[in-house]
């Protein structure tokens, strides 16, 4: 079954540093999104990104993040300047459709830890 | 602001009953719904979606739409042990999914 890859798992920063969180989307899919989930609280939209540029963000996803398609294949999340409370775990998700019968896959994740 | 609303739990119910999970939600624009499982430490996999009012069966799972009463349900058939997670309600409007709080679910054999 096609799956949604993300690298790194597990990634350990220091505060006020950047780090880039990688995905590669299943390779049929049109819409990618990035979701994030802090310890013991809900999973939270930050944007989606359709035909090489954002189509909707939240009011998290703010200047200190971006995200790019570099390529045909991947598709990352840029944090720039961390801070303590970017520490998550943070997935990335691909549609065929908006949504459909499909519905998201979500990767695996990556934990982010900010010290 | 789109809230979607779950009951925390924790949920048990013993092997092989029906658990009956629900979820409200306030956003009447919102079109389609799913609902996910997720395990400690993993990412959320799809069980079900839904787009019309009425019922809509896989296998042992059953999800339910009000969509008067912004109300979606899931039901599960003979739970197993293996069951035994967080269920995500998760409600879309354009491009963006709105997720619960999630129903812990223990499924005791």
């Known amino acids: 079954e096609p799956e949604v890859t993300q690298t790194p798992s597990h990634q350990v920063t220091q505060m006020g540093q950047e780090v880039i969180l990688r995905c590669v989307p299943i390779s049929n899919h049109l819409y990618f999104y990035w979701y994030r989930q802090i310890l013991g609280q809900k999973v939270e939209f930050l944007v989606s990104?359709?035909?090489?540029?954002?189509?909707?963000k939240s009011e998290i996803f703010d200047d200190q993040f971006s995200v790019e398609r570099p390529d045909g294949s991947n598709f990352t999340l840029k944090i720039r300047s961390t801070k303590l409370e970017d520490s998550a775990m943070y997935f990335c998700?691909?549609?065929?459709?908006?949504?459909?019968?499909?519905?998201?896959?979500f990767g695996s994740g990556t934990r982010l830890t900010v010290v | 602001q789109k809230e979607v609303e779950q009951n925390s739990g924790p949920l048990s119910v013993p092997e092989g009953a029906i658990a009956s999970l629900n979820c409200t939600y306030s956003d009447r624009g919102s079109q389609s719904f799913f609902w996910y499982r997720q395990y400690s430490g993993k990412s959320p996999e799809l069980i079900m979606s839904i787009y019309s009012n009425g019922d809509k069966e896989d296998g042992r799972f059953t999800a339910q739409l009000n969509k008067a009463s912004q109300y979606v349900s899931l039901l599960i058939r003979d739970s197993q042990p293996s069951d035994s997670a967080t269920y995500l309600c998760?409600?879309?409007?354009?491009?963006?999914?709105?997720f619960g709080s999630g129903t812990q679910l223990t499924v005791l054999p």
């Open positions: 998700a691909s549609s065929e459709g908006t949504g459909g019968a499909g519905g998201y896959t």
């Open positions: 998760a409600v879309q409007r354009a491009r963006q999914l709105t």
């Open positions: 990104f359709y035909n090489n540029e954002i189509s909707e």
